[in-house]
């Protein structure tokens, strides 16, 4: 690893911490102190940009895990249950099953609209300009919403623990 790289690593380590700290705030305190509390002092927005591409490579091991599985992936697909979170490598059949398992529950937490761009854009490989013809929007809607979609199912994929960000 070059020097060059690390302060960028610990920028990252820092914002998956504050993460976690503001997610725990935000579910601690009620919705008027937390009110008071934006009003005394603003926070720093703490983004999930960093990890869109651990996320686009989840799903792409998704699509691959599925298939080995012997079953077409279904973003769209029916409530499905899980038996535990799988944030270790997938080498056996059964750890692939879990692992689909666990990405398609992740993923019917989602708006219809975020799991038909998710699907169209990372699994299916279509551009935005044709994502865009195919859900009947503009370029720039996709080209602005696919990125929140993008930082939804980070949000569902670290709460669930699925998404594991080494220390």
């Known amino acids: 690893m070059s020097a060059a790289a690390a302060p960028l690593i610990w920028e990252a ?5 504050a993460w ?20 005394q002092k603003a926070e720093p927005i703490v983004s999930l940009a960093f990890y869109r591409k651990h996320t ?13 599985v012997g079953r077409a992936p279904s973003i769209l697909g029916d409530p499905v249950g899980r038996g535990w979170v ?19 529950m992740c993923l019917d937490k989602l708006d219809p609209l975020d799991r038909q761009m998710l699907s169209r854009v990372v699994i299916q490989e279509y551009t935005q300009a044709e994502t ?3 859900l009947g929007m503009s370029t720039r809607t996709i080209s602005y ?8 199912l980070t949000e569902k994929l670290l709460d669930s623990g699925i998404l594991v960000i080494p220390e």
């Open 145 to 152: 919403k696919f990125p929140v979609a993008l930082d939804r």
């Open 86 to 104: 799988s944030s270790r490598p997938v080498k056996t059949f059964e750890d692939a099953v879990i692992f689909v398992l666990d990405i398609e």
């Open 20 to 39: 976690r700290e503001s997610r725990k705030n935000a579910a601690a305190k009620p919705a008027a102190a937390q009110q008071q509390k934006t009003e």
């Open 13 to 17: 380590r820092r914002q998956q911490i």
């Open 132 to 134: 865009a013809q195919l």
């Open 56 to 68: 686009e490579s989840m799903l792409r091991r998704y699509l691959y895990a599925s298939m080995k």
